[in-house]
């Protein structure tokens, strides 16, 4: 029998990010506001064997939405959105810099007992960097979430952070602080994150909690589990202008995507992480 450890009433300091996921609703998902640079995150692209068994997963397990962008099937949450390829791997998320993304949820004893009768295993269940319950799973090739119980929630589930592996992640911290104009700022014992509207941003250090990052090194995004994570931005033309100056080159310019309904420009980080902008995407 699986032992399971939970931490009730704990009391614990929340972060300002808490606070806005918690007044995020399922039923009304949608992304964060903007900062005042016009920034807010805006989606993970996975690439998936099979989108529609992704799709029943991430509703019936996540409390998610099925939308429609474009021609394609994406899945809804409080804080971000869910894409997807349809594409067999070239190496599961554990194996990448963006090592998995995670959720808050209210009640992990009810995620297990749900999760475990549909015949998944549960992962790793400890105690995260804040305090609470954690848990990882690993969804259909290879994507690796993980869980967060917060019992204060006021929803079942929220999208809550994306986490990068690197032996450089100080560095790779500082160039996403300085490019997006971000402030360090902890996630309990994780010095090394940063906060967007909608989701925290943290930087693993190698071998500090192998079970949770591994062992490395770790290879770039493109045709990995999670493809690509991407951030909304107000008016995304001139903050494309903004990055230019800043010496960011594009992999493709800004462009309106008519068939999309929005528009979009992207670049790859020093480390291998493919980074897509959009504006337009929370109008779905």
Not at 108 to 131: L, Q
Not at 218 to 236: P, Q, R, W
Request: some cysteine.
């Amino acid at each position: 029998m699986r032992q399971r450890l939970y931490l009730n009433n704990m009391k614990v300091p929340y972060l300002l990010i808490s606070i806005v996921l918690c007044l995020s609703t399922p039923a009304n998902a949608q992304l964060a506001t903007p900062n005042d640079a016009g920034l807010s995150f805006g989606h993970v692209h996975l690439n998936v064997p099979d989108i529609e068994e992704h799709i029943s997963l991430w509703i019936d397990h996540f409390n998610g939405e099925r939308i429609t962008v474009g021609s394609s099937s994406a899945v809804k949450f409080p804080n971000f959105i869910l894409m997807f390829n349809q594409s067999e791997p070239s190496i599961p998320s554990t194996g990448s810099v963006m090592h998995h993304f995670g959720f808050k949820l209210r009640d992990m004893s009810k995620f297990i007992d749900k999760w475990e009768a549909a015949g998944f295993e549960m992962g790793p269940i400890f105690v995260g960097s804040e305090g609470y319950t954690n848990a990882y799973i690993t969804l259909p090739g290879g994507v690796e979430v993980e869980l967060q119980e917060d019992q204060s929630l006021y929803r079942e589930f929220t999208g809550y952070h994306i986490h990068y592996s690197s032996d450089a992640y100080e560095e790779l911290l500082k160039w996403y602080n300085e490019t997006f104009n971000l402030v360090t700022q902890a996630r309990g014992t994780i010095a090394s994150a940063t906060n967007v509207p909608g989701m925290n941003l943290s930087f693993g250090q190698l071998g500090a909690r192998p079970f949770e990052l591994g062992e490395g090194p770790f290879a770039g995004t493109d045709g990995a589990a999670i493809d690509h994570v991407g951030f909304e931005i107000v008016n995304l033309e001139a903050f494309c202008l903004v990055l230019e100056a800043k010496g960011i080159v594009f992999d493709q310019a800004y462009q309106r995507m008519g068939r999309l309904g929005f528009a979009l420009a992207s670049f790859t980080d020093p480390k291998g992480v493919k980074v897509v902008l959009t504006q337009g995407l929370r109008e779905f």
